[in-house]
T-cell receptor, first 112, second 115 residues
Framework: NAGVTQTPKFRVLKTGQSMTLLCAQD?????MYWYRQDPGMGLRLIHY???????AKGEVPDGYNVSRLKKQNFLLGLESAAPSQTSVYFC???????????FGSGTRLTVV | DQQVKQNSPSLSVQEGRISILNCDYT??????FLWYKKYPAEGPTFLIS?????DKNEDGRFTVFLNKSAKHLSLHIVPSQPGDSAVYFC??????????????FGAGTQVVVTP
């Protein structure tokens, strides 16, 4: 099925460990986004990309890095995980400005 | 500082009745607004949108109203059905700034439709 695929779906990390979340879309969308969802906070933008090879910071970028080496993939990295990064992470893509997003099903990350 | 606010964390409504979800925003540069619906363990899905040049947009049972002077929008679901039980997020984007295309989301409203 066409859409946005996130892997893994669940992960438990120990404080200080690193990991990479993968987002892949097959809709040829230019724009891709990483959000985190926390109770009472809605979705907050971490990083985004407006095209292959480009990335930019969002609202809450600290502690995260991203890369978009291929148009269809957007990777979110945590170099040294902290308990404050326990959250549900959503990737989204869109054809461009003025369009709604297509979201992945999310990655639930727990940092202990 | 949240620029999109959904002040009602939950709403319970009887099947067949109207559900009204409210959203307020503070950034006067916002002029594209969307509603997303989210079921547990799934990503949000697009429901309906409205541009600031309109004050109403309908799509089947869903209608969004925009009051620019009050910086307020609402989503009406008529009639409400059990499958409408979900979390609804309001989102907004400014068109004419460097934030164009980046949606800002409210905290969400959990809707429960009871038989």
């Amino acid at each position: 099925n066409a859409g946005v695929t996130q892997t893994p779906k669940f992960r438990v990390l120990k404080t200080g460990q690193s990991m990479t979340l993968l987002c892949a879309q097959d809709m040829n969308h230019e724009y891709m986004y990483w959000y985190r969802q926390d109770p009472g906070m809605g979705l907050r933008l971490i990083h985004y990309s407006v095209g292959e090879g480009t990335t930019a910071k969002g609202e809450v970028p600290d502690g995260y890095n991203v890369s978009r080496l291929k148009k269809q993939n957007f990777l979110l990295g945590l170099e040294s995980a902290a308990p404050s990064q326990t959250s549900v992470y959503f990737c989204a893509s869109s054809p461009g400005t003025g369009y709604g997003y297509t979201f992945g099903s999310g990655t639930r990350l727990t940092v202990v | 500082d949240q620029q999109v606010k959904q002040n009602s964390p939950s709403l319970s409504v009887q099947e067949g009745r109207i559900s009204i979800l409210n959203c307020d925003y503070t950034n006067s540069m916002f002029d594209y607004f969307l509603w997303y619906k989210k079921y547990p363990a799934e990503g949000p899905t697009f429901l309906i949108s409205i541009s600031s040049i309109k004050d109403k947009n309908e799509d089947g049972r869903f209608t969004v109203f925009l009051n620019k002077s009050a910086k307020h929008l609402s989503l009406h679901i008529v009639p409400s059905q059990p499958g409408d039980s979900a979390v609804y997020f309001c989102a907004a984007s400014p068109r004419r700034t460097d934030s164009w295309g980046k949606l800002q989301f409210g905290a969400g409203t959990q809707v429960v439709v009871t038989p």
